[in-house]
C-alpha cells in the first residue's frame, strides 16, 4: 500500500500549534485540539454579506486592511446622504452622520480612522469640504483646493490622495495630497476621465483605474510625484469599486454602459479577470479591504442597492479534515 510520505515526500507531523508558514500540501496533526489540518488552495469567490441599513449609490468607503472592519459613508438615497455605517464581519451598524450630507465624495481611511472630501449635495455646487472620522464622530477640517465630485480617494486618513473627479462641465485632472493637515496641489491624473476607481497605501504610491466618458479601462500609478500610464482594466468602464494597494488590486462592478458584475484582479503590472463575477451587477458602488479579503456595498442595480458581498481572493488556505 503507498503511503502518505512516498506520495508527498513528508510525514504528517505531529505538533502543539499549527506551523506558522506551512507549504502548500503540507498536513499536520496539532496534539492540542486534536484535530488533522493541511494547507491547500482556495478558489476564488464572491459571497452574500450583510445588507446596509441605507439602500444608497455614489457612496464612499473605507477600511483598507481589512474586510471585516468596513466603513461606509455619504451617498444617494435618493437625496443626499450624511450616513455613516461601519460593519463587523456579519452585519452593518449605523454611527454619527456626516456633518455634510453629499454624494461622490472620495474616501480614505480605515474603520476608526477615515477621511471624507469633496462630493456634492445637489443642486448645490460641488464642495471642498473635508472631515475626519475618530471612530465616534466627524469633525471638519482644512478644505481641499478645488471643489469636486465622483472624486477618487486612496490611503490613509493622515496621508491620502484625492484625484480627479467632476466640476460641471469641467472634467478634472486635478490631484491633491493631503498630509493629515492640508492639501496641496501635485502632479496631475494623464486621463481626464470621472468615475475612477482609486486605491493605495499612503499618498506617496496608488493607482487609479478605469472612468468616463468615454468608458475606459485607463490605469495609471502613482509614486508620490509623478503618474505614469500602465495596462489597462479588460473591462473598460467607470464607477467601479476597489480594494488594496499599488501593486495588489481587486477591482469590481460599474458601467460598461451596462452594469457589471465583472471582476479584475491587478498583480502589480497587469490586470486578469477573475472567472468569478459578483452576484450582483451594478455601479456606484463602495470598495475596500485587502486584494484577497475585499468588501463591495450599496450601488445602483437600477434601484438604489443594499446588498453587500465579502470577497476572497485565490489562494493557499488551512483547511481541517474530518471523516465526513
Known amino acids: 500500500m503507498t503511503t502518505y510520505k512516498e506520495i508527498n ?34 478558489s476564488a469567490a464572491w459571497a452574500t454579506g450583510g445588507a446596509l441599513n441605507t439602500a444608497r449609490r455614489i457612496i464612499a468607503g473605507a477600511g483598507q486592511s481589512t474586510q471585516s472592519a468596513g466603513l461606509v459613508f455619504a451617498g444617494l438615497a435618493p437625496s443626499p446622504s450624511a450616513a455613516t ?97 492640508s492639501w496641496t496641489e501635485v502632479a496631475d491624473l494623464n486621463t481626464s476621465v470621472h468615475g475612477r476607481g482609486a486605491v493605495g497605501a499612503d499618498n506617496t504610491a496608488a493607482l487609479i483605474f478605469g472612468g468616463t466618458p468615454p468608458y475606459t479601462g485607463a490605469t495609471e500609478s502613482w509614486n508620490g510625484s509623478a503618474w505614469t500610464e500602465v495596462a489597462d482594466l ?20 460599474g458601467q460598461t454602459p451596462t452594469y457589471t458584475a465583472a471582476t479584475e484582479t491587478w498583480n502589480g503590472s497587469s490586470w486578469t479577470t477573475s472567472p468569478v463575477s459578483m452576484n450582483t451587477a451594478r455601479t456606484s458602488l ?10 463591495a456595498a450599496g450601488g445602483f442595480l437600477p434601484g438604489l442597492s443594499a446588498a453587500t458581498e465579502e470577497w476572497t481572493g485565490a489562494g493557499p488556505v488551512t483547511v481541517t479534515f474530518t471523516d465526513s
Open 9 to 42: 515526500g513528508t510525514n504528517i507531523e505531529a505538533v502543539s500549534s499549527d506551523p506558522a508558514n506551512p507549504v502548500l500540501g503540507q498536513v499536520w496533526y496539532n496534539t492540542t485540539t486534536n484535530v488533522v489540518k493541511g494547507l491547500g488552495y482556495a
Open 85 to 181: 455605517e461601519s460593519y463587523n464581519g456579519t452585519s452593518w451598524t449605523e454611527l454619527n452622520d456626516l456633518s455634510l450630507a453629499r454624494y461622490g465624495p472620495g474616501g480614505a481611511g480605515t474603520q476608526t480612522a477615515a477621511l471624507c472630501f469633496g462630493g456634492r449635495n445637489y443642486p448645490a455646487a460641488p464642495t471642498v469640504n473635508t472631515e475626519l472620522w475618530n471612530g465616534t464622530s466627524w469633525t471638519e477640517v482644512n478644505n481641499l483646493g478645488t471643489a469636486r465630485y465622483n472624486i477618487s480617494g486612496s490611503g490613509i486618513q493622515t496621508s491620502a490622495l484625492g484625484s480627479g473627479g467632476y466640476s460641471p462641465p469641467t472634467v478634472r485632472i486635478i490631484n491633491e495630497s493631503w498630509n493629515g493637515t
Open 234 to 253: 479588460n473591462t473598460a468602464r467607470s464607477s467601479l469599486a476597489g480594494g488594496g494597494i499599488q501593486t495588489s488590486v481587486v477591482a469590481f462592478g
Open 286 to 295: 463602495a470598495g475596500v479591504g485587502t486584494s484577497g479579503l475585499a468588501l
